[in-house]
């Protein structure tokens, strides 16, 4: 599809989405009135700008149901965003808008090489998260044999695998390395297995990370990207040739942002990502900003796709650390670690206040034992990460080794960063 004809599609849609909101969600008739917008305002796609941003507190507030744009008996189902604190963010979904997400979530497991020749294993939690059920009915559109297994129990994921010759894994990237080092430890040859594609989601990861899992998993690592709010998964995902997040954008339009001044970025500049949705009857969102950080490139693929596409994600703007005023990605640290050889992919980092001071602790897992001993040896090993991780990040890290098999492996998206500084010092 040319450019032209997908902004006619999407003013249309703009259009329809800005009316119903209006007419219908008493939080953006008021929030329009403040900032002096009608639905007729918007008479071309360069008037969304005027339009007022709508931010993850905005969602909070109106928990559980206020920002619904049609009555509660159309709804027919209900997710809520991840979040272990505070009240989540409930999204609802009409039957029409269950069939787009179908539609948008199948198109995106084709772009990645899913056929209906393919065993898809879905280790996503189902439940109040997107990935289970969102992955699940895309998939089986695609005409993939769908093995809902859900996450955890990876002994159990394994042996599926081995019996029902699953050819595509859909997990956390993360799980997906917890999954091969189980499979290492109970002696599976994981080259041997059918699997070939892997669809990772819902947590950021490096090109470092993707490397490792294509070679303990013998998979096409592909990255899609989503969020409850948005939708779920479905938003964007890569395909065969890796190169970008191919968006969905005669659904969703997307702007980058710069995070501080809220001014409106050119394509290819890295900024916020801001969703607006055009086909949502259920849970219509205006100008929604993810805290993600990416580009957008909109340049057509080698695959021969015309839409836009986003850059795999840095990190969350609220992910961003800064410490004694340098700021810190953690994807910047994964960076370095993952191309160490002898550590395993597992890392935490801790964020403490010391004398007024902010200091950086990360800790890593060794994953030979032979690096222990004898202590001088570590001493170097430890030396050798820390001026690894200063030379990319300008500040020194405490490091701490710890020993094989000690660091949180999770079946679902890895916590990883852990600020102490608004915490008493002791
Ligand atoms: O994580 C939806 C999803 C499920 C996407 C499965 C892909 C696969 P939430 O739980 O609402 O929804 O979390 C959304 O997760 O704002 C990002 O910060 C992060 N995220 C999701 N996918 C990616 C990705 C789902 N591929 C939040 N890369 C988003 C980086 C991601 N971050």
Known sequence: MSRNHLEEI??????????????????????FEKSGIAPESIKSLADLRHLPFTTKEDLRNNYPFGLFAVPQREIVRVHASSGTTGRPVVVGYTANDLNTWTDLTARMVTLAGVTSDDVAQIAFNYGLFTGGFGLHYGLERAGALVVPVSGGNTERQ????????????????????????????????????KLKIGLFGGEPWTEEMRKEIESRLHVLATDNYGLSEVMGPGVAGECTYQCGHHIAEDHFIVETIDPE??????????GELVFTSLTKEAFPVIRFRTKDISRIN????????????????????????????VNVFPSQIESVLMTIEGISPYYVINVHRRNFLDELEVLVEINREDLLEPYS?????????????????????RLKIVQPGTLERSAGKAKRVFDYRDQPEG
Request: aromatic share 6%.
């Open 377 to 397: 040896k570590l001493e170097d090993f430890s030396a050798y990460i820390r001026q690894k991780l200063h030379s990319v990040l300008s500040i020194n890290v």
């Open 298 to 325: 909109q340049e057509p693929c080698q695959c021969g796709r015309t839409t836009a596409r986003m850059r795999k994600v840095v990190g969350r703007t609220d992910d961003m650390l800064i410490i004694r005023g």
């Open 261 to 270: 001044t809220g001014e409106v970025l050119e394509p290819g500049q890295e």
């Open 158 to 193: 394994l042996m599926l695998m081995q019996d029902f010759g699953t050819t595509v894994l859909i997990s956390t990237p993360s799980y997906s390395l917890y999954i091969a080092e189980v499979a290492e430890k109970m002696g599976i040859d994981i080259s041997s297995l």
């Open 10 to 31: 999407q003013l249309k849609r703009l259009k329809w989405t800005v009316n119903r909101v209006y007419n219908n969600v008493p939080h953006y008739k008021d929030k």
